[in-house]
């Protein structure tokens, strides 16, 4: 059993504010794929975000490859985030010229393929993942993640119809890459 009480680790650190990077962003693009793909229908919407979670899993299972496990943690949760980087690059683009909610599935699997492969990273090879979290890593993990949240939509509420989704498509890459810097400049202190 993990236990995040005492936050002073490295490896639990790390995972930590990996974890935080990744429910922060995680919930940001949840509510901006339910927002955008309502404007059309809410079927678009569900789909969007089942497709997600379908990759998310994929994500998970690929990283458990052996191509993968040679790698260490810290490199892991680099290449995962640059993967979700490379996804919401995709979204970027699909939301600024977009004819219709299809257009945003391919950025959608890609996201959930690196988000899979850093929740890999995070719970490790051989641990049963059955956190105990404190209630202040609780409380945190959710404000951290309403931020999120309610930066990137009111971002894309600032503009006029779809025209705003585009910029806050980018602040959620802007967090990817930070979240990948973050986890290479560890790899090289450690």
């Known amino acids: 059993m ?3 009480t005492n936050i002073s680790l490295p490896a639990e650190n790390e995972r930590l504010t990996a974890g935080l990077f990744l429910v922060s962003g995680l919930a940001a693009q949840i509510a901006l794929l339910l927002a955008f793909s309502a ?12 497709l997600l979670f ?8 690929a990283a458990q490859w052996a191509v993968f496990s040679r790698r260490s943690r810290r490199a892991k949760i ?8 490379g996804g ?11 004819l219709h909610g299809l257009s945003l599935l391919p950025g959608v699997m890609v996201c959930g393929l690196g988000q899979g492969s850093v929740i890999r990273a995070i719970k490790g090879e051989n641990e049963l993942f059955r956190p105990h979290f404190s209630p202040f890593v609780t409380g945190l993990g959710v404000l951290v993640a309403l931020i999120a949240v309610g930066i990137c939509l009111a971002i894309a509420a ?12 980018a ?4 967090l990817s890459l930070l979240a990948a810097l973050h986890a290479k400049i560890t790899q090289r202190e450690g």
């Open 2 to 4: 993990t236990l995040l």
């Open 39 to 50: 404007a059309e229908t809410p079927v678009q919407a569900i789909t969007s975000i089942l």
């Open 88 to 98: 919401l690059l995709l979204l970027l683009l699909a939301a600024q010229g977009a």
């Open 158 to 169: 600032h503009f006029a119809g779809t025209s705003g989704y585009p910029y806050a498509f």
């Open 78 to 85: 680099y290449t995962g985030f640059l993967i979700n980087a």
């Open 171 to 174: 602040s959620l890459l802007d």
């Open 54 to 61: 379908i990759a998310l899993a994929a994500g998970y299972l």
